[in-house]
């Protein structure tokens, strides 16, 4: 499975940025895919993710002001980020348990900062 990670970049406290996550494989045949970040000493947290087709799961940091979505015919699933803080900073990270094996994209650098 290729997961490719795409959106992030610079922008400033209280700013959006979406990223996507765009897999190699059917998502719906995933079983769970979604986010995770970290940032420099630190171990890599989840954000958010699906545990099911439909159902999701969230950081408690980040519940009311980040969404993650899918795009079943693009294979692509979505992390809208609003209200982001300095604290959001970190290399996000596209993740997907497929066949009993864990995979992750690229990392995609998100900077929030004035």
């Known amino acids: 499975v290729q997961l490719q990670a795409s959106g992030g970049g610079l922008v400033q406290p209280g700013g959006s940025l979406r990223l996507s996550c765009a897999a190699s494989?059917?998502?719906?045949?995933?079983?769970?895919v979604g986010w995770y970040r970290q940032t420099p000493g630190k171990q890599r947290e989840l954000v958010a993710h699906?545990?099911?087709?439909?159902?999701?799961n969230y950081a408690d940091s980040v519940k009311g002001r980040f969404t993650i979505s899918r795009n079943n015919a693009k294979n692509t699933v979505y992390l809208q980020m609003n209200s982001l803080k300095s604290e959001d900073t970190a290399v996000y990270y596209c993740?997907?348990?497929?066949?009993?094996?864990?995979?992750w994209g690229q990392g995609t650098q998100v900077t929030v900062s004035s």
């Open positions: 993740n997907a348990d497929y066949m009993g094996t864990t995979y």
């Open positions: 494989v059917n998502i719906f045949s995933i079983n769970t």
């Open positions: 699906f545990t099911t087709a439909y159902s999701t």
